[in-house]
């Protein structure tokens, strides 16, 4: 991630590393039993990872005004969020993958009951953080993001819709459910956290779902395009798996097309919006992003 | 359960039925995609149960003095919550249970992957209830209990002492954090969204605990001394899986004698309580159940 874009308040490397003091924190420590759980919970939140929702989320608050540090533990909460359903997913039971971030998946380094617990421990800490907030409303944001309407439901559809043809409307909804909800939730947390206007929170909200999109299709197209070396993870598993992407419905250059296009409707929807450098900075790099 | 006891507010009867109906209402139709998992969910939720969890919210919120229905939601989460557990728990890498409440457990009767996911999604729609209650000492609360300190804690310990030996200490600590964590946050949430003063919700906490426990113990003893057709489970599942149980470790008599001691003092703890007798009513049908 580029380290010294725009936004003073918050420059991508100073944000993650802040965050990851504070998971540091809000992280139960290795220490305390149950060992084997805390120590699950830790392998895979700090293997590493962009921090794109807590990017997102930080960088929200401050461009709407917000001040103090208590964002960054929601900022956390989020990132809590991701990394247990990338544990779930990986399991056995769903996309089977070994390697997650260039290390072992948190079942083939720990077990398989410690992978579940490990991500049902992650899911209830973050709402415990983001109740800390005082704000139901961002309880209520990110249950709806990564419920049955959201996330949850976009990863049935994702395992439903392997090895048949899909439409492109069908890989579109898979998407923005799957992944779009989530991140458009963290961009929208950091508004509400910060009281912006109700309008501000939906156009930035607009530009969250395009992003969102673009993101999950620019890593659709790095499965095809991209090395193990850079991503971490095995190259070429969707394509095992007969997953619905954008490249195996339009093709690669195609795919490229299509997230250039929402890259540049997520900026137009900031038009009017002062504080937009962070915003257009951000949807530079995920349409350039190598991992 | 006894149909007729005590309190006019809340018979249990009556509390379960309106607790059916609003989790009927917040648990999303099987006409709506991902129909699946909407399935699978309602499955789950609606294959019996005492549920016990809402009763007690319910029956600690009209006790101390709330009104309305609102907290039929509230209490409903608490249902998705303790069915969520149990939906992991049964999963093939935990106990590998096969029969659940008489019906074939989720995972056999969908898929594994769909188990998971109906769980997570069971997790999230609770903190989404949990949510619109407005308080977010409710998510606390519930997160807390359900966290690495509380039921999930509980859980990783209880597999982790599978076949071999464990002290009175060590599986007091489990069940505590396993079920009496939830139970205890059930009885709060009640007399918090009712306005209570913390005294009061102390003292019911105080109740809750000893109760937990001494249900958790009964569960232990039906176990050993109960059979399939009224439990709906398999029996002799603890023996089997060589699970740290109080008759594994005191016998069952002596079992028997400390959760009727625990229920004792569990009514002590509301001696000057007014509104004691629901909880008296409980606490004698949690020792005398067969199921």
Redesign the interface.
Known sequence: MPETLGHGVSPFKAVREKVDVHLDRLL?PESL??E???AA?RYSVFAGGKRLRPVLAVSSYFACGGVGESIYDSAGALELIHTYSLI?DD?P??DDDDFRRGQPTLHKKF????A??A???L???A??I????????I??EV??A????GM??G???D??AEGRAVTLAEVEGIHRRKTAALITASIKIGALLAHAPDKVVEQLAQYGERLGLAFQIVDDILDVEGDFETLGKTVGADSRLEKATYPKVVGVEKSKQIAAQLIREAKDMLTDFPEKEIFLNLADYIIAREQ
Not at 111 to 114: A, F, G, L, Q, R
Not at 130 to 137: I, M, W
Not at 146 to 149: D, F, H, L, V
């Open positions: 139960p039993p149950p084997e759980l805390h919970m779930h399991l039971c769903m077990s398989e009951y410690i579940v617990l991500g049902d421990a899911h209830a800490l709402f415990e983001l109740a800390e907030s005082g704000d139901p409303r309880v209520s249950s709806r990564i419920g049955t309407e949850i439901g990863q049935v559809a395992v439903q």
